[in-house]
């Protein structure tokens, strides 16, 4: 079945360090992978996708994930976080079925300290 | 404006009461996807609509929860008898026409609290 795995739930960094979050993924075959940020009240937003191609995939905000097959990973970067980043990330798979539903990590909580 | 938009914000039920959630997606959107959001945990499908046919509705949790979207656009999801365990914020997401690709939009969700 398909799944999402988030390691870390909740981390912390300094404004101005960089951060990487984790993402492993099961899925059969060649997967639609997306990460998405929830601020508080706010719905979810998109940061970036991978669909084929190029699998170093840049999204909006300075950020970016790199996709591993052989890993079975998507892990999301940023060289350097602002305290505006702090809120919570989710990495997402996309079940091929002609419409995108949508199989979610449970998300990891990232605090910025000044 | 154009975003997707959800009503209403927040509702308190209690236990055996039916609600009633409301999902306005943007404008010309053909597709339209329901997501339960438990505390703590990352969103969960709950069922999908293209225009106004339900085509997938494998995660809606029991027969208390139904959702309709009748005429092709807005969306109501509705829980009868809500039980605690139906506590949650329930999210909407629309995207532009059917397919893998689409990026899919979400509302800010209603968080559903029973008592």
């Known amino acids: 079945a398909q799944s999402v795995t988030q390691p870390d739930i909740h981390i912390t960094v300094s404004e101005g360090a960089s951060l990487e979050l984790r993402c492993n993924y099961s899925?059969?075959?060649?997967?639609?992978l997306f990460w998405y940020v929830q601020s508080p009240g706010q719905g979810l937003q998109l940061l970036l996708k991978?669909?084929?191609?190029?699998?170093l995939v840049q999204g909006i905000k300075g950020f970016e994930a790199e996709f591993k097959r052989s890993q079975s990973s998507f892990n999301l970067r940023k060289p350097s976080v602002h305290w505006s980043d702090a809120a919570e990330y989710f990495c997402a798979v996309g079940f091929s079925g002609g419409y995108n539903k949508l199989i979610f990590g449970a998300g990891t909580r990232l605090a910025v300290h000044p | 404006g154009a975003g997707v938009s959800q009503s209403p914000r927040y509702k308190v039920a209690k236990r055996g009461q039916d609600v009633a959630l409301r999902c306005d997606p943007i404008s010309g959107h053909v597709s339209l996807f329901w997501y339960q959001q438990a505390l703590g945990q990352g969103p969960e499908f709950l069922t999908y609509?293209?225009?106004?046919?339900?085509?997938?509705k494998s995660g809606l949790p029991s027969d208390r929860f139904f959702a309709e979207r009748p005429e092709g656009s807005v969306s109501t999801l509705k829980i009868q008898r809500t039980q605690q365990e139906d506590s949650a914020v329930y999210l909407c997401a629309s995207s532009v026409t059917s397919g893998d690709y689409n990026e899919q939009f979400f509302g800010p969700g209603t968080r559903l609290t029973v008592l």
């Open positions: 609509f293209q225009n106004e046919a339900q085509l997938d």
């Open positions: 991978y669909f084929s191609g190029d699998t």
């Open positions: 899925y059969g075959a060649t997967p639609y």
